[in-house]
């Protein structure tokens, strides 16, 4: 399975974004996603999961309320639409995807290169 994240740029503080994780592979429906992030100088953290069917999804308190987590298995497309969009948001996006538990922030197999998100204040 190989990733590839896009829609990340710059916004401005309380704007919104979407960013995309599109996946290659037949084999990309059966796996849990999630998005990542690394900010300048921190560890990565883990923002938000997807289970294969989309019925269950998990947040980071950080942005729980904010995003939203959604795929589509047709498209081989996973998504993660961002609003209220603060500073501290500002990162390098990541998608990843394995067979783990819906939440998990590890043990993932795959993974797509960065998309950054820029939020100014």
């Known amino acids: 399975v190989q990733l590839q994240a896009s829609g990340g740029g710059l916004v401005q503080a309380g704007g919104s974004l979407r960013l995309s994780c599109a996946a290659s592979g037949r084999t990309f429906s059966r796996y849990t996603v999630a998005w990542f992030r690394q900010a300048p100088g921190k560890e990565r953290e883990f923002v938000a999961g997807?289970?294969?069917?989309?019925?269950?999804?998990s947040y980071a308190h950080s942005v729980k309320d904010r995003v939203t987590i959604s795929r589509d298995n047709a498209k081989n497309m996973v998504y993660l639409q961002m609003n209220s969009l603060k500073p501290e948001d500002t990162a390098v996006y990541y998608c990843?995807?394995?067979?783990?538990?819906?939440?998990?922030?590890?043990?993932?197999?795959?993974w797509g290169q960065g998309t950054l998100v820029t939020v100014s204040s």
């Open positions: 990843a995807a394995g067979y783990v538990a819906v939440g998990s922030t590890n043990r993932y197999a795959y």
């Open positions: 997807i289970n294969w069917s989309g019925s269950s999804t």
